[in-house]
């Protein structure tokens, strides 16, 4: 596309001895990209449309037509913007409405953005202690799991570990032999190890036991147990890794929106608010005012 110029051959005529007599010196041309309908879309225009464009949409772009491509979607804003004034959108009451709320939140905006100048930042101990309330939703740093079977005496638990370490399926033999209901249906399996999934006797030996290994039958006062423990699959750590994001991410909300209270409230102390008498007509439903 061929640049335009402003035309200056009439301004020409005259403005010579007028600049003379002024001392000033003449603007300079503003280079012009395209005339739609008359109006000029500029450098300067398109430069600062451009520039406010984010990185990743500059990217598009360069992918798809680059800066030609983003001067033809101006060319086509402009004629919709023709148009829309050609209609009296722009003196419509509801549009200028909006406009003037869209406007007052930029500047409100632009206010918190200067007051929440001090980033929000967690300390690894608010973290920890962040993660150590929710712990029951979170792996534990044993990432493990667990599967055992209860049985009634010791001789039955120790024929069991030989058979298994020969061979033997554990999960079969749980759903055999195990007297423990909760478990026994599902082969044994108690899922990833989490803090105060088993009996303390029991946690004990699995903080010391090697994947694969059964341990030694354990004596609790309801039996003997046999535990082993497996890797855990790579899609429940990456599930675990989620969810320690999304609590971190809440932790940052929540301290971000304290920062923000306390703004306000130091606006507020500095403030006289009354309500008047006609604000009881928006309390009246909906609690204390």
Known sequence: MRNFRFPLAVAALFSGSLWALTGCTPPQEEPVLALVNGRAITQYEFDVRWNELSDATRVRYDKEGGKRRFLDELITRELLMQEARRQGLDQNDAIR??????KEQMVLDELLKDRLRTKVELSQAELDA???KHAHLLLAPL????SQ???NNYPAAKDLKKQIETGGDFAKFAQRYSIDDKTKSKGGDLGPYRKGLLNPDVDAVVQTLKPGIIS???KTDAGYYLVKVSPLEKETIQADLATRERLRQELLADKRRKQFEEVISDIRTKATVRLADASRYITEDTGKP
């Open 149 to 151: 079977m209860l049985l």
């Open 130 to 132: 962040y993660y150590e």
């Open 143 to 146: 990432k493990v799991q667990v």
């Open 216 to 218: 030694e039958p354990i």
């Open 97 to 102: 409405d909006r406009a003037q709320r869209y």
